[in-house]
């Protein structure tokens, strides 16, 4: 698949929104989403249906074709029903906010119990935190530090994300894809 000319170079920036068999995103959290190579093989390889396109055609010494934005699974597969571990999603578990004074700038990660007293790094221990807190906090337990915690740490579901999804969409969402994403959102308009 190498022997195609981009049109320019943001073809990198175009993934295509995957869907399971059932027209649903395969994930959420990550949202599932493959890179224009991938998703160009699994065409040729005839493993999924093109739902809706991009306004770009890429070329080939052989053919044309319009690049696929959002494309279904011909084969339904089980998805995964826990949401990650990943830096996106303890942030949107806590709303982008840190949970000791609740500012949404500079944040990091602070384990509840500190990692020089065996804290763990997991949906268990790890908050968000602004620089700030994060510093002051430093090696203390909670109840030493003199600071109150708004939430303590959970292991969310996808739908505890979806729900906060909504207000923390991530940083780029293809127009095609919405028809597939926050449907919810649009029936409450
Ligand atoms: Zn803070």
Redesign the pocket.
């Known amino acids: 698949m190498n022997n195609f000319i981009e049109q320019n170079t943001s073809l990198e920036k175009c993934p295509a929104l995957v869907l399971n068999a059932d027209y649903r995103p395969l994930s959420y959290y990550p949202l599932s989403l493959w890179s224009w190579q991938d998703t160009v093989k699994s065409v040729f390889l005839d493993r999924v249906i093109i739902v809706s396109n991009y306004d770009r055609i890429i070329r080939s010494p052989s053919f044309n074709m319009q690049l696929p934005s959002v494309i279904a699974l011909k084969d339904y597969i089980v998805p995964q029903t826990r949401p990650s571990f990943t830096r996106f999603n303890v942030f949107l578990r806590d709303k982008f906010s840190?949970q000791?004074?609740r500012?949404g700038e500079e944040l990091t990660f602070d384990h509840l119990l500190p990692r020089s007293k065996g804290g763990e790094t997991n949906w268990d221990n790890v908050v968000t935190?602004?620089s700030?807190?994060n510093v002051k906090k430093g090696g203390k337990l909670l109840k030493n530090s003199d600071m109150k915690l708004n939430q303590y740490p959970y292991r969310p579901s996808t739908e505890d994300l979806h729900k906060n999804g909504k207000n923390f969409p991530p940083n780029y969402l293809h127009k095609s894809w919405m028809d597939y994403l926050y449907w919810d959102v649009e029936l409450e308009a």
Do not use: G, V
Request: aromatic residues 12%.
């Open positions: 840190c000791y004074c500012s935190a602004c700030a807190c």
